[in-house]
């Protein structure tokens, strides 16, 4: 287990990684990471490109098809 500190970073609230916690991740300074809440609390991954693209693309599908996906929901 890692303590965080939590740091004024201009009008907002920041944690630092540390180096170690970093190269585990795959990721450095300036990379963007995924924070998802999950049932045991939160989970910190590395941004992948190609899974944003397949989000926004289902998303868009569930947006355009909000009906049908209510209907066939019901069933």
Request: hydrophobic share 40%.
């Amino acid at each position: 287990m890692v303590v965080l500190k939590l740091t004024t970073v201009g009008n907002s609230t920041g944690v630092v990684l540390p180096k170690e916690v970093l190269a585990r991740l795959g990721v450095q300074k300036g990379d963007s990471v995924y924070l998802t809440e999950t049932p045991d609390g939160f989970r910190l991954t590395p941004y992948d490109e190609e899974f944003a693209r397949q989000i926004s693309a289902a998303e868009e599908v569930m947006r355009d098809n909000r009906d049908v996906l209510r209907a066939l929901a019901r069933r």
